[in-house]
Structure formats: structure tokens, C-alpha cells
DNA sequence: AAAGAAATTGTAATAGTTACAAATTTAAAA
DNA sequence: TTTTAAATTTGTAACTATTACAATTTCTTT
């Protein structure tokens, strides 16, 4: 599906700017900063201010297009993948990883029961990475 | 036990800011952000600096006495219990509550054995809380 | 009591984010 | 079309959270 597309099917209208920020999400599944996008698509878009990538993705956010992580609490990471699945932050590279999701079926069901209306789930993981690790047994 | 002793017992130098800071956490169980912990030991030592309450917090991360929860983009929040638990923040308003955890037993053997050395498990759910979904009704 | 180490403090700097008004672009109406 | 209105984008300034760092104070050890 065109990126055109896929923003009026979560009911964002399009526009080039917006295009281009769930096209670099969609192809970069790096979680990317606000900043990392804004530096990616300052080439192709040099009048981009910073403040549309804000916007941008607040909208994006609002209408379930994206997702926000809080994982990293030096700044606010995105994610265009939508679907549930955990995340897991290197402790020292600092990149996110994507993990498969534990089932929360049920523990949405008990928690709805005593109340709590359950809108976002967030699984994260803090750590050292596979590549990390590694490089790490090299330098010993 | 003191907490002058209990400090100790996560190697961490007792002085009167750091037991008044752990004390709060203790007794607070409302996962305080730097500010709201300021504010409160303010009255009591007058000549508290914020940027003691942020060094402190950290120096007790370090040493597992405390918790760093990323659950809300705004700011950190500290925790004092350092057992696996899940938070849940209320959209509205903004009150971190805890809920049991999932077990991650299995998980945690998944992940490592793909090289993924998990030091840190973060449960977060965000939506609307008892008492907030209670006061929007009355309001319909 | 003096010297050295550790902890605390206050200020200034930095970084991430938001507010907002002006300028631009897009859509709708005449 | 032209005109008008609405929506979007932009740039600047303001704001908030956090960190850096040097000076001061407090605690330890001798």
C-alpha cells in the first residue's frame, strides 16, 4: 500500500512532510529519536522544522499510526510498528531491539475487571545486547 | 529496620540526605519524580539542593536500592521497591499505580539464550484508572 | 586539631520539548 | 478561475528536566 494510503487509513491526510516521516518510519525500524529523523529527512526536505517532526508524530500517535516508547529516558523514541512486542534497550549501544511479545490476554482481562481500562501495553527489557556482549569478550 | 542500616545493606554511605530521601521512597509509595521528593524534604532540610536528590537517586539505582521507571515521557520516576512488579499510568491523572507482574521465568531464559543479558524488566500499561473512569461517569 | 576524602550545594550550561505567531500551502466557495 | 477560509508548516522563543562543575561544607582519619 502507498504511504498515501496507509496515513487516510488511520485518518491522518496526507501530506509530503508526513509522508515522509511514516515512510522513514516504516523502513527504519530503528525506533528512531525525533532528532534521527529529523537529520534523516533534512536532505530531501531541507525547509523540515523540527517542530513539524514534533507535531508529526503526535498526530501519528493520536490516530495509532505509530507508537511512542519511554524506554530510553534520555528521549522519547518511535515506532511504526504498531503490533504488540516488547523492546529491549542496550545498556551500552544504546540501540532498541524488537522481541516477541508475552501473551497478556488474561492479565488484560483481570486488570479491566478490577478497573483499570488498559490502553497501551509496554514490555521492556534493559541490558547488554548480543553484539555487545561479544565485543565485550573480545577486549578480555 | 533503620534505615541508616538498611542503606548499608545495599552499600550505599548513610548521610542525612540520603536516609531522608530513602525514607520517603519508602514511605511514598506514589513513585515520586525528583521534583515531588524536593519539594517534600524542603521543609525538613532547608538547605537541600535538587541536584543532590538527582545524585542520590542515581547513586541508589547503581546500587539496586532503588528503581528508575521510564513509564511516563515527562519525567523519571523513582521507586523504592525494587521487586518485580508492574506499573500502570493513568492518562489522566498522571498517578502511577502498581499491579502484579507477569512471570518472566521463561522469557528471561528465551532472551538470554538468544544473547540478550536482560539486567532490568519493565512492565508498563498506560490508560484511564478506577477513580478516573468513576468521575467521567458521573459527569455523562 | 589538621589534613584529606567524600558529600553537598549553587550556578550555569545543555538537551529535549512545547508554545505560539507568522508564513505557507491546501481546500472550498463564489 | 479568483477569492476566501482552513489547515499545515515553519522559526523563534520559552520552558522543563537534567547534567557539569567548581566551591563549599561535612565527615574521617591521623
Known amino acids: 500500500m502507498k504511504t498515501y494510503d496507509y496515513l487516510l487509513s488511520y485518518g491522518v491526510k496526507p501530506s509530503v512532510q508526513r509522508i515522509a516521516i511514516m515512510d ?37 500517535v493520536e490516530h495509532g499510526a505509530a507508537q511512542m516508547l519511554t524506554i530510553d529516558e534520555r528521549n522519547v523514541n518511535y515506532d511504526g510498528d504498531v503490533s504488540l512486542h516488547a523492546h529491549f ?22 486488570f479491566n475487571m478490577n478497573g483499570f481500562a488498559v490502553q497501551e501495553i509496554h514490555q521492556y527489557y534493559k541490558g547488554i545486547c548480543p553484539m555487545c556482549a561479544a565485543s565485550k569478550e573480545e577486549l578480555s
Chains 1, 2 share one sequence.
Open 24 to 60: 522513514y518510519l516504516l523502513e527504519h525500524r530503528t525506533h528512531p529519536s525525533i532528532e534521527e529523523i529529523y537529520l534523516a529527512l533534512c536532505d530531501d526536505i531541507p525547509t523540515l522544522s523540527k517542530t513539524t517532526v514534533y507535531n508529526t508524530l503526535k498526530l501519528f
Open 89 to 110: 534497550l542496550c545498556k551500552k549501544c544504546n540501540k532498541i531491539y524488537d522481541l516477541p511479545a508475552a501473551h497478556e490476554e488474561d492479565r488484560m482481562e483481570q
